[in-house]
């Protein structure tokens, strides 16, 4: 039988796990540096969360969920995106009882059934914040900042962010109304795909991924336009807070785009996206926006919330492509390599150079040139090698693989050589 891993997945090998270490270790210091604790939320979860939270006309809910009924005849989905279980989790578990805002951030995969292709994938994993319990802008500029941080902890050059204000719900009418009578008469210039989006939400054709769409919405009505009172003073104090924010980060910039939406229902007031500077229509490195009416929508009390979500496999594929050098695991501070019939004695000896905490591998049996290959292949500071008269004598010899490095008899002990390892003798 020939298996293969499903369609839309990816096997993590070592070679890049440098990669994976680097965006996970820039991640929790950047979410340490603003306070932000992590959770973990269940892969799966009821279907619908999603379809209450998400909405029932999103392209997630209607095309790309892993929906399954369970042993039970419980409906499960697989978690196509995080913000929705950290809600309900938030309510669940009465995190509203305590200091608010609860500031959270999250990496893990989800599920989304499309069509792969570059930076996306059936099972993508994300790192993703949130913050639950204050509506104010300073909140907004918060989280803006912290991407900022994140993609240039990231060592990427060049990105850039894009935002806009989708009002709120409750004064949102006149807009969709207007934005729906704009695309209407135009619905011969449309391709099929946003004409059936039309139907469902006009907001959507914002987001089309077609030239000709895009070129219509250039010049469709704009949702700041229709924002006033609170919601314009929110947008307003917001973009001052930004512009105070290029004093600060010199590369710092933004740009306001009235066809950047979000495709999920909950997303109010403000919404951004960081992307490359030659970014495509999957260019998207990082993207959130705030969701006040979440929280109720799923049975809470209402409670203001703002968060992002970003791709892993997009930000090392931008990574890769700008060639950010990333830190290389060291290899084994010992390869333990043996000759004749000393293998036993060597097995015993890496197990005791382990135990005094020196990271060893016993090489494999093959002949001295192969098993010195093997030691340099995995980036290993020296080698042991025992042959049969060093056992009979109780001795080993010990090679640094450093340039210029020497080669040393050493007591057959574990303490013996590992003090020797790491001593200034062998440097």
């Known amino acids: 039988m020939n298996f293969k891993r499903p369609r839309g997945t990816a096997d993590i090998l070592p070679e890049d796990q440098p990669y994976w270490s680097h965006v996970y270790a820039a991640a929790r210091k950047i979410a340490a540096q603003f306070g932000y604790q992590r959770i973990d939320t269940p892969s799966f979860e009821d ?36 913000t929705a279980s950290v809600c309900r989790a938030y309510i669940e578990n009465g995190l509203h009882n305590g200091p608010q805002p609860v500031r959270m951030f999250y990496m893990a995969p989800m599920f989304r059934y499309e069509r792969p292709q570059a930076g996306r994938v059936r099972q993508h994993h994300q790192f993703g914040v949130e913050t639950i319990g204050d509506g104010s802008p300073e909140v907004d500029a918060e989280i803006i900042e912290l991407g900022w941080k994140y993609i240039s902890e990231l060592g990427i050059k060049g990105f850039k962010l894009r935002l806009n204000n989708l009002g709120d719900p409750e004064g949102r009418a006149d807009y969709i109304s207007d934005l729906d009578r704009y695309f209407t008469e135009r619905i011969d ?26 070129t219509l919405a250039d010049d469709a009505p704009k949702s700041v ?10 947008w307003d104090a917001l973009l001052a807070l930004l512009d105070n924010l290029k004093s600060v980060y010199t590369e710092f910039s933004y740009s306001v785009d009235h066809r950047l939406v979000r495709g999920l229902d909950y997303y109010n007031r403000t919404v951004f996206e960081y992307e490359p500077a030659d970014a495509g229509s999957q260019g998207t490195l990082l993207a959130g926006g705030r969701y006040d009416p979440l929280i109720g929508i799923l049975g809470g009390q209402e409670t203001p919330g703002i968060g992002f979500g970003s791709g892993i496999e997009r930000m090392i594929l931008e990574m890769k492509k700008q060639e950010v050098r990333v830190e290389q695991p060291e290899g084994p501070e010992i390869v333990v390599v043996a000759l004749g019939d000393t293998g036993s004695v060597a097995a015993g000896l890496a197990a005791g150079l ?12 093959r002949s001295i040139k192969a098993q ?9 500071a020296n080698v042991v090698i025992l042959g049969d008269r060093e056992v009979k ?35």
Not at 189 to 211: F, G, T
Not at 225 to 234: K, L, P, Q, S, V
Not at 395 to 423: D, M, T, Y
């Open 47 to 82: 279907t619908k969360l999603f379809q209450r939270g998400v909405g029932d006309a999103t392209d997630i809910v209607q095309k790309e969920m892993y929906s399954f009924e369970d042993h039970g005849g419980d409906s499960i989905t697989l978690r196509p995106e995080g």
């Open 189 to 214: 210039q449309l391709p099929k795909i946003d004409q059936d989006r039309l139907q469902r939400a006009p907001l959507r054709v914002l987001d089309s991924k077609v030239k000709e769409t895009q």
């Open 225 to 234: 336009d229709y924002i006033g009172g609170e919601t314009r003073d929110h």
């Open 354 to 365: 382990r135990a005094a905490d020196v990271s060893t591998v016993l090489a494999p049996k």
């Open 372 to 380: 010195m290959r093997y030691a340099n292949n995995l980036g290993a």
């Open 393 to 427: 004598q109780g001795v080993a010899q010990v090679k640094s693989l450093a340039e210029g490095g020497g080669q040393s008899e050493v007591s057959l002990n574990a303490e013996s050589i590992s003090s020797f390892v790491r001593s200034d003798e062998n440097q």
